[in-house]
T-cell receptor, first 113, second 114 residues
Framework: SQQGEEDPQALSIQEGENATMNCSYKTSINNLQWYRQNSGRGLVHLILIRSNEREKHSGRLRVTLDTSKKSSSLLITASRAADTASYFCATDASGGSNYKLTFGKGTLLTVNP | GAGVSQTPSNKVTEKGKYVELRCDPI?????LYWYRQSLGQGPEFLIYFQGTGAADDSGLPNDRFFAVRPEGSVSTLKIQRTERGDSAVYLC????????????FGPGTRLLVL
């Protein structure tokens, strides 16, 4: 079963605009990660944010985490056509099974040139 | 260095047949994971290896699915008596150790059962 839910399911923007994707989850977590997937194949790890962190940056990526609301957001600034992909949040459960990632259904981002 | 590799890239088989999917993790990574991704869904956990042993196989859907990692490196996911519902992309990932570590994914094997 899926732990997270990404919102929106699909997002279409113009090159240069910012893209914001949200993720909500149900149970307590250790960490939340964001992955990108091109054309339904391998996932690329983007960023990991720990449960005691509120915000993290990596290049054009900004991730926030609100554990009280069990939600996270991924912001991609100054988007490029190459950012077109599906984006997934993944959580690992607090406790012993922290190796087991639980993914949402993803947001399909289309960046139009 | 090389990333995680998976073979074959695509596999078409008939209902009832046996298939094997192979994963070569990043060299030196002790932890290896298999996930399955159905169309329009996120990946779902199948099994986790730490070294040669399956530390958690709770995600395997039934006893037709089995995975091995005999020398603690390459892993093979085996599916017996395939069913049309087994059609999906099977993803393998590895990490340096288990626990809270970045998991590096391979390109996946797209399995189609006719």
């Amino acid at each position: 079963s899926q732990q997270g839910e990404e919102d929106p399911q699909a997002l279409s923007i113009q090159e240069g605009e910012n893209a914001t994707m949200n993720c909500s989850y149900k149970t307590s977590i250790n960490n939340l990660q964001w992955y990108r997937q091109n054309s339904g194949r391998g996932l690329v790890h983007l960023i990991l944010i720990r449960s005691n962190e509120r915000e993290k940056h990596s290049g054009r990526l900004r991730v926030t985490l609100d554990t009280s609301k069990k939600s996270s957001s991924l912001l991609i600034t100054a988007s490029r056509a190459a950012d077109t992909a599906s984006y997934f949040c993944a959580t690992d459960a607090s406790g012993g099974s922290n190796y087991k990632l639980t993914f949402g259904k993803g947001t399909l981002l289309t960046v139009n040139p | 260095g090389a990333g995680v590799s998976q073979t074959p890239s695509n596999k078409v088989t008939e209902k009832g047949k046996y298939v094997e999917l192979r994963c070569d993790p990043i060299s030196g990574h002790t932890a290896l994971y298999w996930y399955r991704q159905s169309l329009g869904q996120g990946p779902e956990f199948l099994i986790y290896f730490q070294g040669t042993g399956a530390a958690d196989d709770s995600g395997l859907p039934n006893d037709r699915f089995f995975a091995v990692r005999p020398e603690g490196s390459v892993s093979t996911l085996k599916i017996q008596r395939t069913e049309r519902g087994d059609s999906a992309v099977y993803l393998c990932a590895s990490s340096r150790q288990g626990g809270v570590e970045t998991q590096y994914f391979g390109p996946g094997t797209r399995l189609l059962v006719l």
